[in-house]
């Protein structure tokens, strides 16, 4: 026979270590004496190491070998390991669902962060400290709503988030808020330049009024 199809090959069953591999593992189970075998396999995963690079990067885990070995050979594999000998149902168990949290969050552009501040703030006895925690969640709203949008949030319609959020239970009189700024944003943006300013840098091409103009030939050495 000179060549053979893939189709006709039996089928690898970890691609990582080839088809040589495989067939080095059938050649171990051919074997009649237990020692033997147990030689051959222990030949067999010091030359995996060998050919497998990528092996390099991982962390030394000699034991996953083994059990590669008992997985390729079909967990039909009599040999002394030198670890626990693998079980089908274990390697092969899938892993348990991670339930994502279905919660809704009724102002997205706030962040679900926000909502747990208000039902923080809830809890606050104190008439000040309440207020105070208004004032804070304020803030925070308006910045947070200022990072993705360019137009300035109200700040009435913060206050309504708040009284929304937390079921009539936190308000604040919207004069109040307006008159001391009190929903100032937490960060505050760069001041645009005067007109005067701007002028002035404009005819000085930008440079600062006191740096001094590039001499091209100042370092130029003199011609004997």
């Known amino acids: 026979m000179i060549g053979e199809y893939n189709t006709a090959r039996p089928h690898i069953i970890l691609k990582e270590y080839g088809r040589n591999v495989q067939k080095l593992v059938e050649y171990i ?5 237990k020692n033997k075998r147990t030689e051959l396999a222990s030949t067999l995963i010091e030359l995996i190491k060998q050919l497998t690079p990528s092996l ?14 008992y997985i390729i050979a079909d967990f039909v594999l009599d040999i002394n390991n030198p670890y626990p000998v ?54 925070l709203m308006k910045t947070f709503y200022g990072n993705w949008n360019k137009e300035t949030l ?22 109040k ?14 001041k645009q330049l005067q007109p ?12 600062h009024r006191h740096q001094k103009p590039f001499n091209k030939n100042k370092n130029r050495r003199r011609r004997d």
């Open 177 to 190: 808020v307006r008159e001391d700024n009190l929903f100032e944003k937490l960060y505050k943006e760069k």
């Open 56 to 69: 390099k990067d991982q962390p030394e885990n000699p034991q996953r070998l083994w059990d590669d070995l």
């Open 154 to 175: 109200d700040d009435s319609v913060i206050l309504n988030d708040i009284k929304i959020m937390s079921d009539g239970k936190l308000s604040l009189n919207i004069d």
């Open 86 to 139: 693998p079980e089908r149902e274990i390697l092969f168990k899938k892993p348990m669902k991670v339930s994502y949290p279905q919660s809704r969050v009724r102002f997205k552009h706030y962040g679900k962060n926000i909502e747990k501040l208000v039902k923080e703030a809830l809890k606050k006895d104190d008439p000040q400290e309440k207020e105070e925690a208004i004032i804070y969640l304020g803030k």
């Open 196 to 207: 005067v300013q701007r002028e002035q840098r404009e005819r000085n091409g930008g440079k």
């Open 29 to 33: 189970r051919s074997v009649p004496d």
